[in-house]
């Protein structure tokens, strides 16, 4: 890409002047077809508007359900606390999803027939601490004891060659810039393994974040951003800060100047540190990763199969309240246009920090705490349809994981990477990019026409494939303007409990842990749904 495009693609997405129209057509002559998809941005931006909220609830009379136990949102979280009610005898569970289909940032989808992500789109294989991952996984055949050691599915397991990225013309193995970068480049990545390394021996990290203390140095960390935490360090070159922010960008929607000093430090010192070209003896943990064509939408389904009828998809909560037995649920149907009051035992709330500060009543101190100082970020997800594969260009092998260095966008993954069928194909390519926490990064997300969107990602993605404008039959875009939780600096930073109870209602999802990970989600929805099937 050029300097100015770069700026321009950047500026669009912060509420700048509109990308000019590159007047994208298809193979045989006309428009790209394509669209919004994958979310109803509506459903949740009920809402936004405490009259059109009160209006639901004072018409006429709900629809009367009953549940032992409703679980309020259907993302990870939601869905491994069904998971964990059922495991403990607990089967009357109603789990109530604002979308069509439940999974939250990990839902998969289809364009043409070919499945592919709507969000989430790997698992890295998880450590020890994630022992409840480890055993759902082990319970859905993906991994089983061999020979005394755990083996991994073949299937799922990324494929070789499995990252690339795009610069000075060519393609280069792995995202980390090695080929032709200064001694002085490579000192700093030195000098990073090293910060990382003596980090993981003086301070416990771990995935989950709940399993190991916060401790105080960790609170200091917290204070500062991860930005400042770098410059402290002499650490500037450019390669190593380039890649660095994808990092922040990929995992926590936001960059080093916008994350904690404790998040930087914490994506490596949690799962696999940091190793400079050619020295591996700081690498610990295994760095595969677990990936299908429709990513974590896999893993969705899954978890999601056993519940059957009990998930209540299209709808969306608006109150959660105590009630004289129990808790009052309220949700409206988008089916029906009805309004349901659920009256259960017992509730598991599993929803986003700023939506559930919303819709529980009187909520607790911590639950107000907590959404107050947690910023959301915005996220575009594209979802590219080829007539064929793109012709390819100099150096490093096409591989499941492609980016383009110096872009604001984080690249694209291939569909068809895990197909075990050798032959060349349609594919689907499935295009990220992370908007920041900035209020005008969501605007200009709901503002801006999909066309707006789609000839900058064209634009984008043709420096590397020149071939792409040809190939191109149909663009999705999905749109999340909360899609994840930003571990911005605090100046007094909380982790919070492993179970955050408040009366009948157990609160469960990924916010908590202040960042937005599979595993992070898993372990407190399962928490969660095991501490109310303790309690009855």
Request: proline fraction near 7%; glycine fraction near 10%.
């Amino acid at each position: 890409m050029t300097h100015l495009s770069r700026r321009q693609w950047l500026g669009a997405a912060m509420g700048a002047a509109a990308l000019p129209l590159a007047g994208c057509d298809a193979p045989g002559g006309g428009d790209i077809a394509g669209g919004f998809a994958g979310t109803h941005l509506e459903r949740g931006h009920v809402l936004r508007d405490p009259g059109a909220r009160d209006r639901l609830l004072l018409g006429p009379a709900p629809v009367a359900r009953h549940a032992q136990v409703v679980i309020a949102g259907g993302g990870i979280a939601g869905l491994a606390a069904a998971r964990a009610l059922r495991l403990n005898g607990i089967d009357d569970v109603a789990l109530l999803e604002l979308e069509d289909t439940a999974g939250g940032n990990s839902r998969g989808g289809q364009v043409d027939g070919i499945a592919c992500p709507l969000g989430a789109h790997y698992l890295p294989v998880p450590g020890d601490d994630a022992h409840e991952v480890q055993d759902w996984l082990e319970e859905i055949g993906v991994r089983r004891r061999l020979a005394g050691r755990w083996r991994y599915d073949e299937r799922y397991l990324c494929h070789s060659p499995q990252e690339r990225h795009w610069r000075d013309g060519a393609w280069h193995e792995g995202l980390l810039p090695v080929d032709g970068v200064a001694a002085a480049t490579l000192a700093q990545y030195r000098r990073f393994a090293a910060l990382i390394d003596g980090e993981r021996r003086t301070s416990r990290h771990a995935m989950p974040a709940l399993r190991a203390p916060f401790d105080a140095h960790q609170r200091q960390l917290a204070r500062n951003s991860f930005a400042a935490w770098l410059d402290a360090h002499g650490l500037t070159d450019e390669h190593l800060r380039w890649y660095l922010d994808y990092c922040c960008r990929d995992d926590y929607g936001a960059g080093p100047s916008q994350v904690s000093a404790w998040a930087g430090v914490h994506y490596f010192a949690s799962r696999h540190g940091f190793s400079a070209p050619g020295d591996d003896s700081v690498r610990t943990h295994d760095e595969a990763v677990l990936t299908w064509p429709e990513g974590n939408g896999w893993l969705a389904r899954q978890l999601a199969a056993p519940l059957g009828e009990r998930v209540h998809a299209g709808r969306t909560v608006l109150r959660i309240a105590p009630a004289r037995h129990g808790v009052e649920v309220d949700a409206l149907d988008h089916a029906t246009g009805r309004l349901e009051r659920w009256r259960a035992a017992q509730c598991v709330v599993a929803l986003p920090l700023h939506v559930a500060v919303r819709v529980v009543e009187a909520p607790p101190p911590l639950l107000v705490q907590a959404a107050a100082r947690t910023p959301h970020a915005a996220w575009l997800v594209a979802n590219l349809r080829l007539d064929a594969p793109l012709r390819d260009r100099p150096g490093a092998a096409p591989s499941w994981d492609n980016v383009l260095h110096g872009s604001s966008a984080l690249g694209y993954v291939d569909a068809r990477h895990q197909a075990l069928d050798p032959r060349p194909g349609p594919t689907v390519l499935t295009w990220y990019r992370a908007l920041g926490a900035a209020p005008e990064a969501r605007r200009a997300l709901l503002q801006y026409p999909w066309t707006h969107w789609r000839d900058g990602i064209v634009d984008e993605l043709s420096v590397p494939h020149p071939d792409l404008r040809e190939r191109l039959l149909r663009m999705d875009i999905t749109r999340y303007g909360h899609a994840m939780a930003v571990p911005a600096p605090q100046d007094d930073p909380v982790m919070a409990p492993a179970v955050v109870r408040h009366d009948r209602l157990a609160f469960a999802h990924a916010d908590w842990s202040g960042y937005s990970v599979f595993e992070e989600a898993f372990t407190r929805g399962h928490l969660a749904g095991l501490a109310l099937a303790r309690t009855g």
